[in-house]
Every structure is written in structure tokens, then in C-alpha cells.
């Protein structure tokens, strides 16, 4: 088989399973993928508008809002509008959605080193360096 079929026939296999693992790890907190997304930006953003969210995420603010409602349900953030500009809507993680994104994180890097754990210290880190160079590259 030529290289590119091979890589892209492994490619899709691995995302297939590797998001089944995810969605079911996420969904023990009530959260999809998508949403998980969102509380890592906004985490590391600590307050951010919705309309960065959505430069961010790739998506219409609509699609991110009703994500958004969701994660407020939850009682996973707050949203309020900007004190400067009252047609921003400004989004924060409750203390609740820091716990749940600590968890979760912990959860998937558990999941990673159980999928490497057949491998040896140096196979790690060769991989480790092929990946950052293949992230590196795309663009």
C-alpha cells in the first residue's frame, strides 16, 4: 500500500476510536467533545467574549452560544455582558467547570498512557518528536 493510503486509512481508524474513548470519558461529566473544547479556551483565557470563542472554535456564534447555554445549564460557566461594551457577552468558568476541566484532564492523560504504555521510554519520545514536527508542518 502507498504511503498516504496507509496513513490515511490509519488516520481515520485512530480518530474513530480514540473519539469513542473521548465522548465516553466526557460524557461521565455531561459534556461533548465540542463543549470540552470550549472550556479549555475559555480556562485559558479565564473571561473571553463568545464572539472569540467563535473565531477560536471555527464556528458561527449561534452554533456557540447553544453550546454555551448548555455549559451554563450545567453550571459549568457564567456569562454576563461586558461592562465596557453591553453588547458583548462575556464567559468564565464557575468553580464547578474548573473541577470538571482538572478531572476530565486528568481522566484523558490517563487514557494516553494507558494507550502508550506497551511502548518503551525512547518509542515515546520518538513519537512525541514525529508528532511536533508533523503539527509544526501542517499548517
Not at 50 to 69: F, L, Q, W, Y
Not at 109 to 120: M, T
Request: glycine share 2%; charged share 30%.
Amino acid at each position: 500500500m502507498i504511503f498516504g493510503e496507509e496513513i490515511q486509512k490509519i488516520s481515520i481508524s485512530l480518530n474513530k476510536k480514540v473519539m469513542t474513548n473521548v465522548k465516553s470519558l466526557l460524557q461521565h461529566y455531561g459534556i461533548t467533545p465540542f463543549q470540552y473544547h470550549i472550556l479549555l479556551i475559555v480556562e485559558r483565557s479565564h473571561t473571553i467574549p463568545v464572539t472569540k470563542v467563535a473565531d477560536e472554535m471555527k464556528a458561527s456564534p449561534s452554533v456557540i452560544t447553544a453550546s454555551i447555554t448548555r455549559l451554563y445549564e450545567l453550571n459549568l460557566v457564567e456569562r454576563y455582558h461586558s461592562k465596557d461594551d453591553r453588547r458583548k457577552v462575556m464567559i468564565e468558568l464557575t468553580n464547578k467547570g474548573k473541577q470538571v476541566i482538572r478531572a476530565a484532564e486528568k481522566d484523558m492523560q490517563q487514557e494516553v498512557e494507558k494507550l502508550f504504555a506497551c511502548y518503551k521510554e525512547e518509542e515515546q519520545q520518538h513519537f512525541l518528536t514525529l508528532c511536533r514536527q508533523l503539527d509544526e508542518h501542517v499548517t
